[in-house]
């Protein structure tokens, strides 16, 4: 079981919004920055996030982060067929002194 | 841009142990941290482990027992060991380069290890 929460599963429509939380403790999210990666199927997931909200060079503006407390959202806006995959969250947990993912969102763009 | 490649058996028998190497290209390895990550079948991402350049290393509790990251800086790659594999095991294996305290910057494609006899 993970120790970031993170639906199983979302869906919207083509050019809607949605978002996906990300819950987890003040020894993870509450004290380290929170990142989110792209699962595309059959490849390697891909940084989307980091340090909360920031995007890397080339991911466009569609996708925003947000951290409050021990809590974490992943926003996308402009929904395309090509987002479709699995989303994690991942931080570090001070606690365990590991790195801890979420279980993954599946994203359905219907 | 940092390239990483994993390579290693695709088939390891129980108790025995998985022995991976990633090989970086395009960028020092030097000053950074380099980890493992593995995804079991249809299921989410497990952090294995990290390495610093200098060869501080970080387990997940979980696995520490079994695990143990090396590096080599001279010939830009690092290595997992993982012993008395058993199926529950049997995962896609990535090789990534991480900074502990923001995310992990860049994956290397992944490599499958089955274990069973």
């Known amino acids: 079981q993970s120790l970031l929460t993170q639906p199983p599963s979302v869906s919207a429509a083509p050019g809607q919004k949605v978002t996906i939380s990300c819950s987890g403790s003040r020894s993870n999210i509450g004290k380290n920055y929170v990142s989110w990666y792209q699962q595309l199927p059959g490849t390697a997931p891909k940084l989307i996030i980091y340090d909360n909200n920031n995007r890397p060079s080339g991911i466009p503006d569609r996708f925003s982060g947000s951290k409050s407390g021990t809590s974490a959202t992943l926003g996308i806006t402009g929904l395309q067929t090509g987002d479709e995959a699995d989303y994690y969250c991942?931080?570090?947990?001070?606690?365990?002194?590991?790195?801890?993912f979420g279980g993954g969102t599946k994203l359905t763009v219907l | 841009q940092v390239q990483l490649q994993e390579s290693g058996p695709g088939l390891v028998k129980p108790s025995e142990t998985l022995s991976l190497t990633c090989t970086v290209s395009?960028?020092?390895?030097?000053?950074?941290?380099w980890s493992w990550i593995r995804q079991p079948p249809g299921k989410g991402l497990e952090w294995i482990g990290y390495?610093?350049?200098?060869?501080?290393?970080s387990y997940n509790p979980s696995l520490k027992s079994r695990v143990t990251i090396s590096v080599a800086t001279s010939k830009s790659h690092f290595s997992l060991k993982l012993t008395s594999v058993t199926a529950a095991d049997t995962a896609v294996y990535y090789c990534?380069?991480?900074?502990?305290?923001?995310?992990?910057?860049?994956w290397g494609q992944g490599t499958m290890v089955t274990v069973s006899s």
């Open positions: 395009g960028g020092s390895i030097d000053s950074y941290y």
């Open positions: 390495i610093y350049y200098s060869g501080s290393t």
């Open positions: 991942g931080t570090w947990d001070s606690s365990l002194s590991a790195g801890v």
């Open positions: 990534a380069r991480e900074d502990p305290t923001t995310a992990i910057f860049a």
